[in-house]
């Protein structure tokens, strides 16, 4: 579920609430909504951090990197080989 809060920890600074609606915005690009997820434009320095793409509930630092969780069973993984 989109909240503003969520939205704020994702870079989208000047979000607010229209009555029941949510307008997405960032006070550093065109933010947009696809498909009812709210999108940075590229190259934007809000755009940070980003969801785990493992499980995409905590907030990495970098595009592709897994939560602190998600690291913790990836590297249990890598020792079973
Ligand atoms: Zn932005
Ligand atoms: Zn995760």
Redesign the pocket.
Known sequence: MTTLDTLYQR??DQSCRIGKAIKVR????A?LVINGIAC??IG????FPYDCWQCGCELVQRKHQVCASCAESYEENENDR
């Open positions: 870079g989208f960032c006070s550093q690009c933010a940075h434009e934007c320095p809000n755009a």
